[in-house]
């Protein structure tokens, strides 16, 4: 591999590249950035648009260091505020789709008692390669999973979170279930998987999230506090609102950070499902 310096210089040609080999992914990438920022002039949202790329490409090459050498990844990111992470209980650990995802995952892979990850759907190529990632990433003694429910089936990941394990789960994804609720988003209306509140009502645990941005040559992972405490006992309303509001800060704070290329916003209240993205 390059060194991560080089790659660092690299990733402002590549991003370039990018929007000329990726047209499509082009193409999604500034319709969500013009729902989300309509007042923000041409310009701006055409460099905005290239400096997610440029992060987009750095994903990438991280992607690959992570696969081959998880050492020399971990060594790229600097963790801050893991005593946020409750030590005595089980809690949900959530973030929003960002480039840098497989670095983030090394941190949240060293946490103690740290087991499982939550996805909405089963899709058997998607296990097979959640299986895949989970023995390149967790070469310990863990027997990290991936638990999949359809919208009602919780118990065993409830289960695994009241024994007081660790999950990870990243709700922001538009599965066009038509299964949803609406959240104000930006400039933009997002759609949200009911049974995701659901499930975080009923499991009554910590919801404990972390941002991902990059400084210089380091990604910075940083646990927050629970934005989501098990004593509150909130509605599942409630709850995905505050991880709404939580993901919206975190990307009006660095909106090159956020993973613009999949098509977010496919489901909207008054629209056909995908209008906003002419057919792409």
Same mark, same amino acid.
């Given at each position: 591999?390059?060194?991560?310096?080089?790659?660092?210089?690299?990733?402002?040609?590549?991003?370039?590249?990018?929007?000329?080999?990726?047209?499509?992914?082009?193409?999604?990438?500034?319709?969500?950035?013009?729902?989300?920022?309509?007042?923000?002039?041409?310009?701006?949202?055409?460099?905005?648009?290239?400096?997610?790329?440029?992060?987009?490409?750095?994903?990438?090459?991280?992607?690959?260091?992570?696969?081959?050498?998880?050492?020399?990844?971990?060594?790229?990111?600097?963790? %801050?505020?893991?005593?946020?992470?409750?030590?005595?209980?089980?809690?949900?650990?959530?973030?929003?789709?960002?480039?840098?995802?497989?670095?983030?995952?090394?941190?949240?892979?060293?946490?103690?008692?740290?087991?499982?990850?939550?996805?909405?759907?089963?899709?058997?190529?998607?296990?097979?390669?959640?299986?895949?990632?989970?023995?390149?990433?967790?070469?310990?003694?863990?027997?990290?999973?991936?638990?999949?429910?359809?919208?009602?089936?919780?118990?065993?990941?409830?289960?695994?979170?009241?024994?007081?394990?660790?999950?990870?789960?990243?709700?922001?994804?538009?599965?066009?279930?038509?299964?949803?609720?609406?959240?104000?988003?930006?400039?933009?209306?997002?759609?949200?998987?009911?049974?995701?509140?659901?499930?975080?009502?009923?499991?009554?645990?910590?919801?404990?999230?972390?941002?991902?941005?990059?400084?210089?040559?380091?990604?910075?992972?940083?646990?927050?506090?629970?934005?989501?405490?098990?004593?509150?006992?909130?509605?599942?309303?409630?709850?995905?609102?505050?991880?709404?509001?939580?993901?919206?800060?975190?990307?009006?704070?660095?909106?090159?950070?956020?993973?613009?290329?999949?098509?977010?916003?496919?489901?909207?209240?008054?629209?056909?499902?995908?209008?906003?993205? %002419?057919?792409?």
């Amino acid at each position: 591999w390059l060194p991560y310096r080089l790659v660092l210089l690299l990733q402002y040609p590549a991003g370039l590249l990018l929007m000329v080999l990726f047209p499509t992914r082009r193409r999604v990438s500034a319709a969500n950035l013009k729902l989300c920022y309509p007042q923000m002039s041409a310009v701006l949202r055409a460099w905005l648009l290239y400096r997610n790329l440029c992060s987009t490409f750095m994903g990438l090459v991280e992607a690959g260091i992570v696969w081959n050498s998880p050492a020399k990844g971990a060594s790229l990111i600097e963790v %801050h505020g893991t005593d946020n992470i409750p030590a005595d209980r089980g809690c949900v650990l959530t973030t929003y789709h960002h480039p840098a995802t497989e670095l983030a995952g090394l941190a949240v892979a060293r946490i103690q008692d740290f087991d499982g990850i939550i996805f909405r759907f089963k899709d058997a190529d998607f296990s097979d390669y959640v299986t895949a990632r989970r023995k390149q990433l967790f070469r310990d003694s863990r027997n990290v999973e991936a638990f999949f429910h359809d919208g009602g089936n919780f118990k065993g990941i409830i289960r695994r979170l009241q024994a007081g394990n660790k999950m990870f789960y990243a709700p922001d994804i538009d599965l066009r279930s038509g299964n949803v609720t609406f959240r104000r988003f930006l400039g933009a209306q997002a759609p949200w998987e009911i049974p995701t509140g659901k499930l975080l009502r009923l499991a009554n645990v910590d919801v404990v999230p972390y941002s991902v941005h990059r400084r210089s040559a380091k990604v910075v992972v940083r646990f927050h506090r629970a934005v989501v405490n098990k004593e509150e006992h909130l509605t599942a309303d409630e709850i995905i609102s505050r991880i709404n509001k939580f993901i919206e800060d975190q990307v009006r704070r660095e909106p090159a950070d956020y993973l613009w290329i999949f098509k977010r916003f496919f489901t909207q209240p008054s629209l056909k499902g995908g209008a906003i993205y %002419h057919g792409d």
